[in-house]
Structures are given as C-alpha cells and as structure tokens.
C-alpha cells in the first residue's frame, strides 16, 4: 500500500509540473500563429499593391493610346483641306522590293524619325510623293507626342482598305523600336493586321478598338492592337481611288508597361489577362467570363486577383499567381517555421510517451493491483459471455454462480453431474443434453478462498449443432449431385459418342469407294464437322475431369525434341493447304529425355498449332523450344507458338483462358471456346503457366512454361501412339470375339476389323458372346461395357471366371476416369474411348494381342504388277478389293483428264485422295510416290518430266486395280 501511496504522489506532482509547461507551450503557439498571420498578411497586401499598380500602369498606357490615336483622327477629320502635296524636305534613304510592292524608308529632316512607305506598281510619282508627305506630317505629329508623353511609343501603322499602300512609323529596323520589325517581316505583320482588322467591320473614325494581336505577330512579344478610321484615304492612295477609311493600328508592347518586370525579368504575375469594356479578351489566356470574384481570391493554383477600372471605360484585368511564386520570399522563413512546428510536436510527443511509461502505467498499476480480488470476482461472474459457476468440491455446494448460468438452467445438472463423480480431478470437457439444448460444459479445479472449488463454465451449442446437422445434410446432398452429375456425363457420353462411332466409321470408310468430286466434298465437309464434334465432347469431358481433380498426369520419360518435330510434322499437311509455313525452332541446350506427361504437353501444343494455323490466313507458324533455366536434375523449357495471324484485341487478352470464351465467336464456324481454358488448366496440373502475347493485325505468341526433371538414363523406347501411322503395319490374321448391342457399331466394327485382315465374328450382347465362346477358338475379345442382359463388366467376369487368358479389350462412349478404373478392375486387359479409327483399333490389337503383334503377313498371290507394288497390303475382303478397284479406275480416269487439261490443282487434289485410299490398305510403295509427286505439284508448275511420272504410276495403279478385279471372290 505504501508503495502505491508514493507512485500516486509522483503522479500528481509530474501532473503539476506538465500543465506549467502546457501553458507556455501554448503562449509560445499563439505568438507563432500571431507571427505567421501578420507575415501571410502582409505578403498579401504587398501583392495586391503590386497588382494594382501594375493594372494602373495598363489603364494610364491605353487611354494614353487612345488619345494619340483620336487627336490623329479628329486632326485629319477636322481638316478642310484637300489632298497633301509632296513637300521638299523629305529624303528617301532605301528603296526595297518586298513582293509585288516597293517598300520605301524615309525622313523628313536630317534628325527627324524615320518611316516606310510601301505601296504597289500603280503607284504614280505624284501619288508617291503625297503618300511620302503623309508620311513625314504623322511622323512629326508622332515624334512630338510621345517625346512629351512618360510612356513607352507603340509601333503605328497606316492601312489602306485594299492593302494597296501601308505606312510604319518608326520605319523597319530602327533603333528606337521598342517591337523590332525587320524588313523581311513587314509584310507578313501588314498582312496580319489587315486580317485583324477587315474581322472588325465596326470600326469609325470616332472610336478606338481595342483588339488582341494575332498569334506570333511579333515573335514572342505579347503585345495588344488599338484601331481607328482615318479620314486620310485621298493622302495615301493613287488618283482616282481616294475614298474610303483608312485604317490606323498602333501595336502596344505590354512587356514596357512596368520597368521592375522589364529590367529585371521579374514578373508580378503568373498569368495577366485584359478584358476590354466591351467584354473581349485582348490579352491573356484567362476567359473574360471567369467566375472569380472582384479583389482577392484564392483557388487550388494559387491566388487570383480581378481589376476593375474605377472611371471611364470598364476596362477588366485578371491576374493569377500561384503559391509557389507567391511564397518565393518568404519560403525559407515559413520552411523554418514549420520544422520547428513538427520538431516541437515531435518533442511533445516524445514527452507525453516518456510521461505515460515513467509515471502514468505505474501509477495505474499500482491502482489495479489494490482492487484486484475485487475485479476478478466482477469480471468473472459478470462480464463472461457463458455460464459460470463455483462448486466446493468436499459438498458440491454452489458458492457463485453468474446470471448467464441461471439462465441456461445448468446449475442443478451440473451439481447433479459432480454428485455422481467421484476424485479431485476435474471431469474435463464434456456435452449434455439440458431441457431441449446442448450445452457445452468444461470443469476446471482450481481454489477459491481458502478452499478447493470446481469452476464450471458452460455454452448453449444448439444453435452449432443444429448447424452441423444441416451442413452434414448438405454435404450429402453435395455427394449426391456430384455422384448424379458423373452418371449423367457417362451416359451422354456414351449415348453421344456410339452415334457418332457409326457416322465417323462409316465415313471412314466412305472415303474409300468411288465418289465423285462433289460427293468428296461433301464428305470432307462431313468428316471435318463430325471431327470438331468429337473435339467438342472430348474437351467437355476434359473440362469435367479437371473440375472434379479426376484429370489423370503420367509421368514417363520422353524426348522434348522429337515432340516437337512431331507436333510440327503432324500439322504441316494442314498449314500447305492454307498457303502457311510451319517450322520449328529448338534450342541445342535442350536435355535429351524429360521425365513429365508428354500426351498432355502434345495435347497443349496441337491445341495451340490448330489455334494459330485457324486464325492465319498468310505468312508463317513456328514452334519454338528454348532452355530458361537448367540445374543439375532439372530443366525449365518453354513451348512458344507464334504466327503472323490476326491477333487479339488487349481487352480480350484477360478473358481469353475462361471456358467458353471465343475472341470473335461465330466467325471460325466451331470450336467452343474451352480448347485454352483446358490447355491453362493442363499447365497449372503439370506445375507449369501460360503466357500469350498478341498484337492485332501482327499475330500472337502463346508460351507454355513448365519445370521437369532431366533424365539421365539412355532414351527408352517410346509408347507406341493409340493412332500410329497404318504404314509398315502387318496384317491382323487374328479372329476376334465382337460384343456389340449397338446395330451400326456392330457393323461398322466388322468392316474395320475386316479391313485390317482380322476375322471377327459378332455377338448381339454379352450373354450371345458367352455362348459364341465356345463355339470356336478366338484370339481377342472386343466388348461394348453398356449392353441389355449382360453388360461388358459382367462378360469380362464370367470369361476370366472360365479361365480364359486371352485379352479382352473394353469399348466404352465414356471418357470418365473412373470408367478405365473399373474396366482394369474387373478383369479387362485395356479399354478404349468411341469413336474408333482404324489406326486405333490396329494399335489396339496390336498392342494387347502376341498374335496380332508376331505373327508375319500371309503370302499374297501372284500378282499381275511387280511385288514391290502389292509388298505389305493388309488382306482384303472380296467386297473391299472390288471396292479398291473401282476406286483406282476413277481417280486415274480423273488424272488423265487433268493432265490432258493441264489442271495442277485438279491433279494434285486427285493425287492427295488416291495416296489417302493407298495409305489405309498399307499401299507403301504407291503411297509414298503419290505423296512425292503430290508435293512437287505444291512447290512448282507441272513440268514435262512431272506429267510423265505420273503417267508412270497411273500405269502401275491400273495394273493393280486389273490384278484386283482378276483375284477370285
């Protein structure tokens, strides 16, 4: 207590102590806000005497102006006499020829101020002489004016209506010209002012106008223009056309108007503007309906001040002075000021924290530590948000209890709960059910006044319990939809893609009889639809993988570069047939095997080679491979394509990885916009990022930019693609059990597998398979998954029950993950996505069949063309070498008639179809010198020498088509 006494006296002292200082610190404050006022006052009112005086100077020099320019009028139009005649004293000193007039400078007297007189060629020497007497008779009224007047002489000028004739006084290049005027400038200002004043169509000889100086009228000069008629026209024109208003223009240097600003190229404003009486803006940048108010005014710039001429004519000045000017005086005094403003609050501050830790905390400390039982007791009971409450531990008698315990109604359960316990320890934490409520109780042991208590808190839950309850509904719900949404996408699937199995099969092969040039069209048309079609569901299907984390990444290692050229070989066909050029660029740092999913980055590269090559229509594509930085076990590689194509607009560059985001939508005709939101998502799984740069009009670059490990060990074997090339393949002299519900697939399976050499044999659904099985032996077994009776899982069950070891491959419309898990799971060797190719279905049987794999193409019978010709075909049903024959007949028939025709188009198209039919029966020699001649048609005219070799093979097709047709059925 007595150490608490004496911080409570030092705190009362120091108190003391502070208001004293408080009180000079704030007589200090008014006398510095004293200062600063009368110092910023006085600035003010220096400035505004500045001000004024300066706008007085202007008013005294434009009514000075005026005086001189009607006491010349009056003069002239007071005047009886006639015109001037030519006097004897005057003196021409220089002759000049200034375009199509003659400019002439001359005097009076020996001493008196020079003149120019410039006149045209129909100009007499009587007309000359009495333009030279007005001359000298203005110039003498002009020298004994201003000689007389405190203010700086303006440069005059006499003009005619017609710009036949001009006066200048002073002349051009004299010494006392406040405004200098050279004379290969005279008539460019002449030109000017005659411009300036034919714009005033009210000028009277009784008037002075008051008009603002063309722009540059003498170079960077600011100057202002006063104009008056003159009753003079007989002095200054030829005979005969001496009638009409001359024109007299004085041209006023408003730099000359205060000597501080023209001596010392100091400026009392930032800004002057001159408004006339009749509300025009002579001078200045500022409008003359400016809303500041008359006097002293202040805005965001800086100070502005409005003159109004008190007598006569309402002349206006506006004059704008920023604050940086303003204050240039008194900167370094009102700098110092402020510093010592902040150095004062700073040290303030300073005193105030030094004062709160020192004295004040302690003193507050000391304060809590004497009421601190009593706190803890009001605090605890009180101010707590739950249920409390003090049990004795030896009778469990309550000793306290708060009101948020009564109102829960936990006190008697809680008691009753502790009767039935027995032990110190406290129970810990615990649920009870409470009169329709869950409370959330903790028991604490703890002491309380000498003795041993149980403190008890307790929390109404109910409402997060009953939360809980609905969230866990909720999430059931979730599941479920989930679980309906991958039904749904395997039933589309499957119900989408068996349709569309049956269109792309039969056009397949369609491809392969005899059409005519317009049904081949519309088979290619129908062929590129169906294709975008299976794109479209593909990359939905992608799309739904993704979201749902299903999207499976194989690591393998594989060579970056020969996925490279791959990419570029498989879209090289594509790019010629839009007059593109497609190259690769790799760079030599690149490691030789990776280890990543290289089906993924391929799929990311076509997609993107597709974008490009789409949006081209001339100039070039190029994949580029490049190193961006490589350590010991890894490399980061960035993909790049880029071409010359129409780029893409800056607003849609954000947008552009979004589903369903199309830059120009409609305009390709197909695609969906979900090719880059997949390729972005394939990156981000893969660890990588995408970049795309493009400029409209000038193409675009998309960049993939991932990390992998290197691979040290020698490069392995490649996975053989699910669509490898049909050349060099063997003939599949396999039999092959078919379980197909579907009528079309059926149909479409037995002529695939036929054309590859195998001998299927078809089954309605599973349980027909089941019963052909053992009719005879089968090397492969080909099962649809969704059949009636007996579905596809259930087959591969029962045969591998049966003991059956052959493969048995699934054929399945969903694309899901979960479909290829459970086909492996039930016993299948592998599973494939509809629609099929042949190239598919091949690899296929290859892959999962020794026999298909190993075993060597049947011995083909003689035949009618050389070995080489007939050397690797696949064997051929009857109705397919029929099929093939007629085939070869059309199309040679079509490439003699262009060939005759001299058609290269026409002959180069046929020869890409015929090379397409060679391909798919494994016609190796004949493909191959299809292609070549094909591609010499592409890169240059059809010469003799191309023409013969194409009847040399013309030639050979013939005689296979004959041997085709002679092979018995």
């Given at each position: 207590?007595?150490?608490?006494?004496?911080?409570?006296?030092?705190?009362?002292?120091?108190?003391?102590?502070?208001?004293?200082?408080?009180?000079?610190?704030?007589g200090?404050?008014?006398?510095?806000?004293?200062?600063?006022?009368?110092?910023?006052?006085?600035?003010?009112?220096?400035?505004q005497?500045?001000?004024?005086?300066?706008?007085?100077?202007?008013?005294e020099?434009?009514?000075?102006?005026?005086?001189?320019?009607?006491?010349?009028?009056?003069?002239?139009?007071?005047?009886t006499?006639?015109?001037?005649?030519?006097?004897?004293?005057?003196?021409?000193?220089?002759?000049?020829?200034?375009?199509?007039?003659?400019?002439?400078k001359a005097?009076?007297?020996?001493?008196?101020?020079?003149?120019s007189l410039?006149?045209?060629?129909?100009?007499?020497?009587?007309?000359?002489?009495?333009?030279?007497?007005?001359?000298?008779?203005?110039?003498?009224?002009?020298?004994?004016?201003?000689?007389?007047?405190?203010?700086?002489?303006?440069?005059?000028?006499?003009?005619?209506?017609?710009?036949?004739?001009?006066?200048?006084?002073p002349?051009?290049?004299?010494?006392?010209q406040?405004?200098?005027?050279?004379?290969?400038e005279?008539?460019?200002?002449?030109?000017?002012l005659?411009?300036?004043?034919?714009?005033?169509?009210?000028?009277?000889?009784?008037?002075?106008?008051?008009?603002r100086?063309?722009?540059?009228l003498?170079?960077?000069?600011?100057?202002?223009?006063?104009m008056?008629?003159?009753?003079?026209?007989?002095?200054?024109?030829?005979?005969?056309?001496?009638?009409?208003?001359?024109?007299?223009?004085?041209?006023?240097?408003?730099?000359?108007?205060?000597?501080?600003?023209?001596?010392?190229?100091?400026?009392?404003?930032?800004?002057?503007?001159?408004?006339?009486?009749?509300?025009?803006?002579?001078?200045?940048?500022?409008?003359a309906?400016?809303?500041?108010p008359?006097?002293?005014?202040?805005?965001r710039?800086?100070?502005?001040?409005?003159?109004?001429?008190?007598?006569?004519?309402?002349?206006?000045?506006?004059?704008?002075?920023?604050y940086?000017?303003?204050?240039?005086?008194?900167?370094?005094?009102?700098?110092?000021?402020?510093?010592?403003?902040?150095?004062?609050?700073l040290?303030?501050?300073?005193?105030?924290?030094?004062?709160?830790?020192?004295?004040?905390?302690?003193?507050?400390?000391?304060?809590?530590?004497?009421?601190?039982?009593?706190?803890?007791?009001?605090?605890?009971?009180?101010?707590?948000?739950?249920?409390?409450?003090?049990?004795?531990?030896?009778?469990?008698?309550?000793?306290?209890?708060?009101?948020?315990?009564?109102?829960?109604?936990?006190?008697?359960?809680?008691?009753?709960?502790?009767?039935?316990?027995?032990g110190?320890?406290?129970?810990?934490?615990?649920?009870?059910?409470?009169?329709?409520?869950?409370?959330?109780?903790?028991?604490?042991?703890?002491?309380?006044?000498?003795?041993?208590?149980?403190?008890?808190?307790?929390?109404?839950?109910?409402?997060?319990?009953?939360?809980?309850?609905?969230?866990?509904?909720?999430?059931?719900?979730?599941?479920?939809?989930?679980?309906?949404?991958?039904?749904?996408?395997?039933?589309?699937?499957?119900?989408?893609?068996?349709p569309?199995?049956?269109?792309?099969?039969?056009?397949?092969?369609?491809?392969?009889?005899?059409?005519?040039?317009?049904?081949?069209?519309y088979?290619e048309?129908?062929?590129?639809?169906?294709?975008?079609?299976f794109?479209?569901?593909?990359?939905?299907?992608?799309?739904?993988?993704?979201?749902?984390?299903?999207?499976?990444?194989?690591?393998?290692?594989?060579?970056p570069?020969?996925?490279?050229?791959?990419?570029?070989?498989?879209?090289?066909?594509?790019?010629?047939?839009?007059?593109?050029?497609?190259?690769?660029?790799?760079?030599?740092?690149?490691?030789?095997?990776?280890?990543?999913?290289?089906?993924?980055?391929?799929?990311?590269?076509?997609?993107?080679?597709?974008?490009?090559?789409?949006?081209?229509?001339?100039?070039?594509?190029?994949l580029?491979?490049?190193?961006?930085?490589?350590?010991?076990?890894?490399?980061?590689?960035?993909?790049?394509?880029?071409?010359?194509?129409?780029?893409?607009?800056?607003?849609?560059?954000?947008q552009?990885f979004?589903?369903?985001?199309?830059?120009?939508?409609?305009?390709?005709?197909?695609?969906?916009?979900?090719?880059?939101?997949?390729?972005?998502?394939?990156?981000?799984?893969?660890?990588?990022?995408?970049?795309?740069?493009?400029?409209?009009?000038?193409?675009?670059?998309?960049?993939?930019l991932i990390?992998?490990?290197?691979v040290?060990?020698?490069?392995?074997?490649?996975?053989?693609?699910?669509?490898?090339?049909?050349?060099?393949?063997?003939?599949?002299?396999?039999?092959?059990?078919?379980?197909?519900?579907?009528?079309?697939?059926?149909?479409?399976?037995?002529?695939?597998?036929?054309?590859?050499?195998?001998?299927p044999?078809?089954?309605?659904?599973?349980?027909?398979?089941?019963?052909?099985?053992?009719?005879?032996?089968?090397?492969?077994?080909?099962?649809?998954?969704?059949?009636?009776?007996?579905?596809?899982?259930?087959?591969?069950q029962?045969?591998?029950?049966?003991?059956?070891?052959?493969?048995?491959?699934?054929?399945?419309?969903?694309?899901?993950?979960?479909?290829?898990?459970?086909?492996?799971a039930?016993?299948?060797?592998?599973?494939?996505?509809k629609?099929?190719?042949?190239?598919?279905?091949?690899?296929?049987?290859?892959?999962?069949?020794?026999?298909?794999?190993g075993?060597?193409?049947?011995?083909?019978?003689?035949?009618?063309?050389?070995?080489?010709?007939?050397?690797?075909?696949?064997?051929?049903?009857?109705?397919?070498?029929?099929?093939?024959?007629?085939?070869?007949?059309?199309?040679?028939?079509?490439?003699?008639?262009?060939?005759?025709?001299?058609?290269?188009?026409?002959?180069?198209?046929?020869?890409?179809?015929?090379?397409?039919?060679?391909?798919?029966?494994?016609?190796?020699?004949?493909?191959?010198?299809?292609?070549e001649?094909?591609?010499?048609?592409?890169?240059?005219?059809?010469?003799?020498?191309?023409?013969?070799?194409?009847?040399?093979?013309?030639?050979?097709?013939?005689?296979?088509?004959?041997?085709?047709?002679e092979?018995?059925?």
């Amino acid at each position: 207590m007595k150490h608490a006494s004496l911080r409570l006296d030092k705190l009362a002292l120091s108190s003391e102590r502070l208001n004293k200082a408080l009180l000079l610190l704030t007589g200090l404050l008014l006398v510095m806000s004293s200062t600063c006022y009368w110092a910023v006052t006085r600035l003010l009112e220096a400035e505004q005497q500045r001000v004024e005086f300066h706008f007085a100077r202007v008013l005294e020099i434009i009514h000075e102006h005026e005086t001189f320019l009607r006491n010349v009028a009056t003069g002239y139009r007071s005047s009886t006499q006639g015109p001037l005649r030519s006097v004897q004293s005057v003196t021409v000193m220089q002759t000049t020829p200034i375009g199509e007039q003659v400019m002439l400078k001359a005097r009076g007297f020996e001493l008196s101020m020079p003149f120019s007189l410039a006149h045209g060629a129909g100009f007499s020497k009587d007309d000359e002489n009495r333009a030279l007497a007005l001359g000298v008779q203005m110039t003498d009224y002009y020298g004994g004016f201003w000689a007389s007047s405190f203010y700086a002489s303006p440069q005059l000028f006499v003009l005619t209506p017609d710009g036949d004739a001009s006066l200048a006084i002073p002349a051009t290049d004299d010494p006392r010209q406040h405004l200098p005027l050279p004379p290969e400038e005279y008539a460019t200002v002449v030109g000017r002012l005659e411009r300036l004043r034919t714009a005033q169509n009210l000028l009277t000889d009784h008037r002075v106008r008051w008009i603002r100086a063309p722009l540059r009228l003498y170079q960077d000069r600011p100057s202002i223009v006063a104009m008056i008629g003159l009753h003079a026209a007989g002095a200054l024109l030829p005979a005969g056309k001496g009638q009409g208003l001359l024109t007299l223009a004085a041209v006023v240097d408003t730099a000359q108007v205060d000597e501080f600003e023209r001596v010392l190229r100091l400026s009392v404003y930032n800004q002057f503007t001159l408004v006339s009486p009749e509300g025009e803006v002579v001078l200045g940048a500022l409008g003359a309906d400016d809303p500041a108010p008359q006097g002293l005014s202040f805005n965001r710039h800086g100070l502005r001040f409005k003159m109004v001429a008190p007598h006569g004519d309402r002349w206006t000045g506006l004059y704008a002075i920023t604050y940086q000017d303003f204050l240039r005086y008194a900167k370094w005094p009102l700098l110092g000021l402020m510093l010592t403003v902040i150095a004062a609050i700073l040290v303030g501050m300073w005193i105030n924290h030094w004062y709160k830790s020192r004295i004040v905390v302690p003193a507050q400390r000391a304060q809590d530590r004497l009421f601190e039982n009593q706190a803890f007791n009001r605090i605890m009971l009180h101010n707590a948000p739950v249920g409390l409450c003090v049990m004795r531990r030896s009778d469990h008698q309550v000793l306290l209890d708060n009101q948020r315990a009564v109102q829960l109604g936990a006190t008697p359960a809680l008691t009753q709960l502790l009767e039935g316990y027995d032990g110190d320890q406290a129970p810990g934490e615990m649920c009870l059910l409470v009169e329709g409520r869950y409370l959330q109780v903790v028991f604490v042991a703890t002491r309380y006044e000498g003795q041993d208590v149980f403190l008890c808190g307790c929390n109404d839950i109910t409402r997060h319990v009953d939360e809980t309850l609905m969230l866990n509904q909720a999430h059931r719900r979730a599941t479920a939809a989930n679980e309906a949404k991958t039904v749904f996408l395997a039933t589309m699937s499957h119900e989408i893609r068996t349709p569309l199995y049956g269109v792309l099969g039969n056009l397949e092969l369609l491809s392969l009889t005899e059409m005519s040039e317009r049904q081949r069209h519309y088979l290619e048309i129908i062929q590129g639809s169906s294709t975008v079609l299976f794109q479209l569901i593909s990359n939905v299907l992608d799309v739904s993988k993704i979201e749902s984390g299903q999207m499976p990444l194989e690591e393998a290692p594989f060579a970056p570069v020969q996925l490279v050229e791959d990419a570029v070989v498989a879209f090289t066909a594509t790019a010629r047939n839009k007059g593109l050029d497609i190259e690769s660029e790799i760079d030599p740092q690149v490691p030789a095997q990776i280890l990543g999913d290289a089906g993924r980055v391929r799929q990311i590269l076509h997609n993107l080679l597709g974008n490009a090559i789409k949006f081209t229509d001339s100039g070039r594509v190029r994949l580029r491979l490049s190193v961006v930085q490589r350590t010991e076990t890894d490399v980061s590689l960035q993909w790049q394509v880029t071409d010359t194509g129409v780029g893409i607009p800056e607003k849609a560059l954000e947008q552009l990885f979004r589903p369903f985001y199309q830059v120009a939508a409609g305009q390709d005709g197909n695609g969906a916009g979900l090719g880059l939101s997949i390729c972005k998502r394939l990156s981000e799984l893969m660890g990588g990022s995408m970049r795309v740069v493009s400029e409209p009009g000038l193409g675009s670059s998309f960049s993939l930019l991932i990390t992998l490990p290197v691979v040290d060990a020698p490069p392995a074997v490649a996975p053989t693609s699910l669509v490898p090339s049909c050349l060099d393949a063997p003939c599949l002299n396999v039999r092959v059990l078919v379980a197909e519900d579907n009528p079309v697939s059926q149909a479409v399976l037995r002529e695939q597998l036929e054309a590859l050499g195998a001998h299927p044999t078809v089954a309605r659904d599973g349980q027909h398979a089941l019963q052909l099985w053992n009719t005879q032996p089968f090397d492969l077994v080909i099962t649809d998954i969704n059949m009636p009776r007996l579905n596809g899982y259930e087959l591969a069950q029962a045969l591998r029950q049966q003991g059956v070891d052959v493969p048995i491959i699934g054929v399945t419309a969903n694309a899901l993950r979960e479909e290829g898990q459970r086909c492996l799971a039930m016993g299948m060797s592998a599973w494939v996505v509809k629609p099929l190719s042949l190239g598919m279905l091949r690899q296929a049987l290859m892959s999962h069949c020794r026999k298909a794999n190993g075993l060597p193409a049947p011995a083909l019978k003689p035949a009618c063309t050389p070995q080489t010709d007939r050397e690797g075909w696949i064997e051929l049903s009857p109705a397919m070498r029929e099929l093939m024959a007629q085939t070869l007949l059309a199309d040679i028939a079509q490439i003699e008639q262009g060939l005759v025709d001299m058609d290269a188009l026409a002959v180069r198209q046929r020869l890409h179809s015929l090379s397409g039919a060679l391909a798919s029966v494994h016609a190796q020699t004949l493909h191959a010198l299809g292609h070549e001649l094909e591609n010499a048609l592409h890169e240059g005219p059809m010469t003799t020498a191309i023409v013969q070799r194409i009847r040399a093979l013309c030639t050979r097709l013939a005689a296979v088509a004959q041997c085709l047709n002679e092979e018995p059925r």
